[in-house]
């Protein structure tokens, strides 16, 4: 059972560029967080969701920041016109659904901008 | 507004001897405290969780102790050893509505064999 799965694991942009970050979650699991961890910071939360709903995007910047998670396919966590301060490790986690369980992470994705 | 704070930043410890982290938080709506072990470029594992319900949960050589008065919690690590070395982050959330989860600060624990 393959656990969850984010790619890239490494990802350079230059400032202004696009970053695009996927996570598909374990199997049997359909609520995807996503989490950014900035260097030597514990992980800050930035949006939940479930298929095709964003249930909570109280942590996600006002700008630029964008997350879905489709029926079909990967979330996907979108940033556009990366800036410097956008460098970070970024986790997806994944739960299932009927009750609360705690998410499994997945291993980052790290975003240098240049 | 840091809503879980947890000390020291880092730890050193011989083998053999106990790793102590403590965690404190304000939301009492928390009722899910997790420790999560993380090693460099990789995420975080959950490893011990406890609920308010209990004061003390034990796996193994890992025991969370849990004050729900004084709002506090801590991971205890006992007999450790070099391969604990790792960052530990506790976490806290509620389980019902938004559920996400708040996480410390972390703790870089170094075991010095």
């Known amino acids: 059972n393959a656990g969850v799965m984010q790619n890239p694991r490494h990802l350079v942009r230059r400032r202004g560029q696009e970053a695009r970050l996927r996570c598909s979650p374990m199997?049997?699991?359909?609520?995807v967080y996503w989490y950014r961890q900035l260097p030597e910071e514990g992980l800050k939360f930035m949006v939940y969701?479930?298929?095709?709903?964003?249930?909570?995007e109280s942590g996600m910047p006002k700008e630029r920041f964008s997350a879905e998670f489709p029926k079909e396919g990967p979330s996907i966590l979108r940033i556009q016109q990366v800036v410097r301060g956008d460098s970070a490790a970024y986790f997806c986690?994944?739960?299932?659904?009927?009750?609360?369980?705690?998410?499994?992470f997945g291993p980052g994705t790290r975003l240098t901008v240049t | 507004q840091q809503q879980v704070k947890q000390s020291p930043q880092s730890l050193i410890v011989q083998k053999g001897g106990i790793s102590i982290i403590n965690c404190a938080y304000e939301?009492?709506?928390?009722?899910?405290f997790p420790w999560y072990q993380q090693f460099p470029g990789k995420g975080p594992a959950l490893l011990i969780a406890?609920?308010?319900?209990?004061s003390e949960k034990k796996e193994g050589r890992f025991t969370i102790s849990f004050n729900k008065s004084a709002k506090q919690f801590s991971l205890h690590i006992m007999d450790s050893q070099p391969g604990d070395s790792a960052t530990y982050f506790c976490?806290?959330?509620?389980?019902?509505?938004?559920?996400?989860?708040?996480f410390g600060t972390g703790t870089r624990l170094t075991v010095i064999p």
């Open positions: 976490a806290a959330s509620p389980t019902t509505g938004a559920n996400n989860l708040f």
């Open positions: 199997k049997g699991h359909s609520h």
């Open positions: 986690a994944s739960s299932r659904t009927g009750g609360w369980t705690p998410p499994a």
């Open positions: 969701l479930q298929k095709e709903n964003i249930i909570d």
């Open positions: 939301n009492t709506a928390f009722d899910y």
């Open positions: 406890i609920r308010p319900d209990v």
